[in-house]
């Protein structure tokens, strides 16, 4: 595509006295290459349809744990440093919160 004709040509230019044309590159697949994090795997799940179905079952399912381990049994943070101890600590707060459940509800 030749930018000479164009009317536009001095606002998409840097400077249109030396650039003869405007030059466009796409760089298809460059990012498979690089290692993603995470967080961006996640948000590639949830964008599609199967993925925010599931998300959205979340809310009933994980929140009211976290709900009840910061409300009721008074898990706002961790008391101890480093991550095999608060693993260890999340894990004890974790078997508290089932047994209540297996104490109020039962096995079945």
């Known amino acids: 595509m030749h930018c000479e004709p164009c009317t536009q040509r001095d606002r998409c230019l840097r400077h249109p006295e030396r650039t003869p044309t405007r030059q ?8 498979l290459s690089v290692k993603r994090t995470y967080t961006a795997k996640m948000k590639q799940k949830i964008d599609t349809p199967e993925g925010r179905q ?3 079952r979340r809310l009933g399912i994980v929140e009211p744990v976290f ?3 910061t409300s009721s049994i008074g898990l706002k943070r961790f008391s101890l440093r480093g991550s095999v101890k608060v693993n260890i600590q999340w ?4 078997i508290v919160h089932n047994l209540t459940k297996i104490h109020r509800y039962g096995f079945g």
Not at 24 to 31: E, N
Not at 91 to 94: G, H, I, P, S
Request: aromatic content about 22%; hydrophobic content about 35%; overall charge positive.
């Open 24 to 31: 466009v590159v796409f760089f298809k697949d460059r990012t």
């Open 54 to 56: 599931q998300y959205s």
């Open 67 to 69: 709900g009840h381990l």
């Open 91 to 94: 894990k004890l707060y974790c």
